[in-house]
């Protein structure tokens, strides 16, 4: 039983730069977020799916970063011209549905800008 | 905005004691709190959460409860074991669609 698969684990990429972060969840979870984690910080609200559509994505914050979802499964988080400050832990998780408490997390991707 | 926030941000107990972690919550439409642990260089997990008509709700060596007279969430741990050291975070639901908000965490950290 696999739980949330995210790739990489680690990027490390120069300013300006484009980067693809992606997530697998929970075969079956109709839900799918994106969070950030700054260091020592709490998780930032980015984005969630039900099914392939995004109902919520006014975390998202600037136009730089958008993301997909395809087959109700797969997730594609891009950032493109990145900056600095993009510097996190990006952090997907998944779930049955919407409206619960419990969201199953995957280990994060690392993002550092240069 | 609204937010949920933490009153401490670090706590340090022995090993055997019970440990109690605190969380303040801004919107009174929240219909369900949830806690999160997170290990170092690990996503989330949960671990307990209770619906907003809850005062009380047990769990295995965990307890949380729901003051919404002072918007007040806390979690305990009975028995705190060196594993149980990891930061908490507090978090809110269906208030703003099917989004969870979280706090900033807690640091707990357990002396052997």
């Known amino acids: 039983g696999a739980g949330v698969s995210q790739s990489p684990s680690n990027k490390v990429t120069e300013k300006g730069k484009d980067v693809e972060l992606r997530c697998d969840p929970i075969s079956g979870h109709t839900a799918l977020y994106w969070y950030r984690q700054s260091l020592g910080q709490g998780l930032e609200f980015l984005i969630y799916f039900q099914g392939n559509s995004a109902p919520d994505k006014s975390g998202l914050p600037s136009d730089r970063f958008s993301a997909e979802r395809t087959g109700g499964s797969v997730s594609t988080l891009t950032i493109q011209r990145t900056q600095q400050e993009d510097s996190a832990v990006y952090l997907c998780?998944?779930?049955?549905?919407?409206?619960?408490?419990?969201?199953?997390f995957g280990e994060g991707s690392r993002l550092t800008v240069l | 905005g609204e937010s949920v926030g933490l009153h401490l941000p670090t706590l340090s107990v022995q090993e055997g004691d019970n440990s109690i972690i605190n969380c303040a919550y801004s919107?009174?439409?929240?219909?369900?709190f949830i806690w999160y642990k997170q290990e170092s260089g690990k996503g989330p997990q949960f671990i307990i959460d209770?619906?907003?008509?809850?005062d009380k709700r047990q769990g295995q060596r965990v307890t949380v409860l729901l003051n919404k007279t002072v918007k007040h969430l806390s979690l305990q741990i009975a028995a705190t074991q060196p594993g149980d050291s990891a930061v908490y975070f507090c978090a809110e639901g269906g208030s703003q669609g099917g989004k969870l908000i979280f706090g900033q965490g807690t640091e707990l950290s357990v002396k052997p």
């Open positions: 209770i619906r907003s008509n809850m």
């Open positions: 998780a998944s779930s049955p549905r919407v409206y619960t408490g419990e969201l199953f």
């Open positions: 919107n009174s439409a929240s219909d369900y």
